[in-house]
């Protein structure tokens, strides 16, 4: 074949479109406890007076009192923290039909704190305290039954568990039945119902539910179009340090729907998110950075950012870093680079990569010249509908045998997409309660937009 096939070296922007991944969400930490002054003296010894009384009452039996000792030992609160210790009062306190002890040993199990991490004990706890009606221990069942840990995968009796605890008014299962709902897992599908569980989490100030309302305000999923509503529940959630609507809310300050365009506003908020690890703000980070848009060019902390984003997994952002090291942008010239990052890329599916590592293979720049592998790529970029693609496909079999010709096509043909690797939708995570039993458990599905 005469003549090299021309690479589409054209870099990614911005594309506001929902893209379906949870939300890289820092866990609560239920340890951490809010600064206090120092104890007085007379407070100390009020203090140890009133463990002392707890631990002769629940070494007396009461399962009240083993269950706030527990609660104690678990945060180290008037006593040395001992997780193991929690667990022996939790226990303790469990088996005489304490609710939230019961939970608590849910919690314990399912982290693995204080004994072996059991999701199946996890599960039989959880169980016990949810058919008493508590529901953190509903919702927390609901999710096991969703990632199908400690017990068999089940969306419909996810589904049967969440709702037991949305209609107490919990804000997660409130949220995370939305999201069964919007998805048509183990009920049927139904965006109104799920927008409308969304919002009384949402109004609830649960961020993740926020972040969903957003979303769907955006993209008129369940409600009208609306991108002012979607600014301003992005921005209630992206507040809270929820990166997913920081991102978002981000994407709209740069685009100007629902606010004033702004860059510097949009940089600032990609900023907070990728500062926590978002793939999608740290590659929009890095598009702005690298214009010099919202704040000072800096080609160098262009890459910093768009490298971490490829790393996570983030197929734009791969393409992109493909791009610059077939042009020498801001990193060193070199195909065989390129050549990693278009087949990373390519792999999940990125039209664009997929014509690109067509054109290395097929002029051999970076990779041994393959037309076989040229031909798969060519033609799944062309069925992606990349214009061009196509006619490079047509073009490179003219210099391949009938085999060669249908080795690729088989080959194309059983092509499976690589999925990066992602955290679960609803998180099967919880916190110990110490107080009263709602609004404690961790879940939520993010169903997260970005570029």
Avoid at 11 to 27: A, D, G, N, T
Avoid at 106 to 132: I, N, P, T
């Amino acid at each position: 074949m005469k003549g090299k096939l021309s690479l589409v070296l054209a870099l990614c922007s911005i594309v506001s479109v929902p893209w379906r991944q949870v939300e890289c969400r820092q866990p609560q930490n239920p340890e951490k406890t809010d600064g206090a002054r120092a104890k007085t003296a007379a407070e100390w010894l009020a203090e140890q007076k009133k463990v002392a009384e707890l631990i002769q009452a629940a070494g007396a039996g009461d399962p009240s009192a083993q269950c706030s000792l527990g609660n104690r030992c678990y945060l180290g609160q008037g006593v040395p923290r001992n997780h193991k210790e929690a667990a022996k009062w939790y226990q303790k306190s469990a088996e005489q039909g304490n609710a939230q002890a019961q939970y608590n040993m849910g919690v314990l199990f399912s982290r693995g704190q204080g004994v072996a991490q059991d999701y199946k004990e996890a599960a039989k706890w959880y169980q016990k305290a949810a058919g008493q009606g508590a529901a953190d221990a509903q919702n927390s069942l609901g999710m096991l039954f969703n990632n199908g840990r400690g017990v068999p995968q089940d969306y419909e009796e996810a589904a049967l568990w969440f709702r037991k605890a949305a209609e107490q008014g919990h804000a997660e299962a409130q949220n995370n039945l939305a999201v069964l709902y919007n998805d048509g897992h183990g009920v049927p599908q139904n965006y109104p119902e799920a927008a409308q569980l969304f919002r009384r989490s949402a109004e609830q100030g649960y961020a993740p539910a926020q972040h969903n309302l957003a979303l769907r305000f955006e993209n008129g999923q369940g409600f009208p179009q609306d991108y002012k509503q979607a600014a301003d529940w992005y921005g209630k959630a992206a507040r809270q340090g929820y990166a997913a609507a920081q991102c978002g809310l981000g994407v709209l300050f740069d685009t100007g729907r629902g606010v004033s365009r702004d860059y510097a506003q949009a940089a600032e908020w990609y900023r907070k998110a990728a500062e926590q690890g978002c793939a999608e703000a740290e590659y929009n980070l890095a598009l702005l950075l690298d214009a010099g848009k919202g704040t000072p060019q800096d080609s160098t902390e262009a890459i910093k950012w768009l490298r971490k984003a490829g790393e996570l997994g983030f197929a734009p952002a791969q393409n992109n870093l493909a791009v610059k090291s077939m042009k020498g942008q801001g990193v060193p010239q070199d195909p065989k680079e390129a050549a990693q990052w278009f087949r990373k890329a390519a792999e999940q599916g990125h039209a664009s990569a997929q014509f690109n590592l067509g054109a290395l293979f097929s002029n051999g720049q970076g990779v041994e010249e393959d037309y076989v592998q040229a031909y798969v790529w060519f033609s799944l970029a062309a069925v992606a509908g990349l214009e061009n693609a196509a006619k490079a496909r047509d073009t490179i079999a003219q210099g391949m045998t009938p085999e060669q010709i249908a080795q690729a096509r088989d080959l194309a043909a059983k092509w499976k997409p690589v999925k990066p690797k992602e955290t679960p939708d609803i998180k099967s995570d919880a916190a110990v309660s110490t107080g009263t039993l709602r609004g404690k458990a961790e879940g939520g599905v993010s169903t997260r937009r970005g570029p």
